[in-house]
Nanobody
Framework: QVQLVESGGGLVQAGGSLRLSCAASGRTYTSYGMGWFRQPPGKQREFVAALRWSGGTTYYADSVKGRITISRDNAKNTVCLQMNSLKPDDTAVYYC??????????????????WGQGTQVTVSS
């Protein structure tokens, strides 16, 4: 089974930056990409960004476009989420997920077969 390890969460002031990392190990040959989702307090989990391994195609939620960038790290099967100009509304538990289906909409949870435990990001005003 694919194992995901997330890091980089923490507390930051509004306008600050954080960099989240997610490393996948195990049966990673089944992964076609990585995605980031987040769940704000009291709300449903929502899409943030995604990256296809093949071709490097990226997808972003409109709410984070221009402030958040998903990219491959130097290590294999590792993605980073660079978050700048953070807002209190960005406060959430951030989850990384490994894409198990090459086809379909990378913006929805369906198609992501493996999930990390999540890392807390808190943005204070």
């Amino acid at each position: 089974q694919v194992q995901l390890v997330e890091s980089g969460g923490g507390l930051v002031q509004a306008g600050g930056s954080l960099r989240l990392s997610c490393a996948a190990s195990g049966r990673t040959y089944t992964s076609y990409g990585m995605g980031w989702f987040r769940q704000p307090p009291g709300k449903q989990r929502e899409f943030v960004a995604a990256l296809r391994w093949s071709g490097g195609t990226t997808y972003y939620a409109d709410s984070v476009k221009g402030r958040i960038t998903i990219s491959r790290d130097n290590a294999k099967n590792t993605v980073c989420l660079q978050m700048n100009s953070l807002k209190p509304d960005d406060t959430a538990v951030y989850y990384c997920a490994a894409r198990s289906n090459y086809y379909g909409d990378y913006r929805i949870e369906s198609g992501y077969g493996y999930w990390g435990q999540g890392t807390q990001v808190t943005v204070s005003s």
